[in-house]
């Protein structure tokens, strides 16, 4: 049981290039969401899929894209990189029970220069 | 609108024990939880409480939840340098089944 697993761990982009961070996990959960995280701000929630087939917005998703491809996967683009996007990502999924618990991949850590 | 607030540093000595705070906005929240994030890696659950308890103690952990303040602490017995981490409160709101907001992360230094 891998859990959840992302690729890359790390990245460095030029601004203007585009990217897909994969993540996938193999505890048959439902739900899957894509963080962002940077210093003094905590986790901040770019996009989620409740279920396959469903995506919706978080918090921060301006510049991102989503694919839930299957149940077991779901990739974040990055279209056009920015400075700004410089951070780590961490892709999370839960089995939608009722407390919900996430399990947390490992990260990518992304710098756009 | 909806927020977490937690301080973002702490320091003990080992063997002694640590609180770490945290104050939330959403008054409907139904689950509180508490993860533990080690460096370079993700986040791991420690313990959560549902919003009609008081209190939750697992092993050297113990939770307090004070509904009326909108705080929520954890308290380590015992802090071994392995306990040196950043930990998160999180909410998990009524907002959207599937929404979740997160603090800052205190980052825990213990002293040897």
């Known amino acids: 049981n891998a859990g959840v697993t992302q690729t890359p761990k790390f990245q460095v982009l030029k601004t203007g290039q585009s990217m897909t961070l994969q993540c996938a996990q193999d505890m048959n959960h439902n739900s899957m969401y894509w963080y962002r995280q940077d210093p003094g701000m905590g986790l901040r929630l770019i996009y989620y899929s409740a279920s396959e087939g469903t995506t919706d917005k978080g918090e921060v998703p301006n510049g991102y894209n989503v694919s839930r491809l299957n149940k077991r996967e779901f990739s974040l683009r990055l279209e056009s990189a920015a400075p700004s996007q410089t951070s780590v990502y961490f892709c999370?999924?839960?089995?939608?029970?009722?407390?919900?618990?996430?399990?947390f991949g490992p990260g990518t850590r992304l710098t756009v220069l | 609108g909806e927020d977490v607030e937690q301080s973002l540093f702490l320091s003990v000595r080992e063997g002694d024990s640590s609180v770490i705070n945290c104050t939330y906005t959403d008054s409907s929240s139904t689950y509180l939880y508490w993860y533990k994030q080690e460096p370079g890696a993700g986040l791991q659950l420690l313990t959560y409480i549902f919003s009609n308890m008081d209190m939750k103690q697992d092993q050297r952990l113990t939770v307090l939840l004070n509904k009326k303040d909108k705080h929520l602490s954890l308290r380590i017995a015992d802090t071994q340098t392995g306990d040196s981490a950043i930990y998160f409160c999180a909410e998990k709101t009524t907002s959207g089944t599937y929404k979740y907001i997160f603090g800052t992360g205190t980052r825990l230094k213990v002293l040897a």
């Open positions: 999370a999924s839960s089995p939608g029970t009722v407390y919900n618990e996430q399990f």
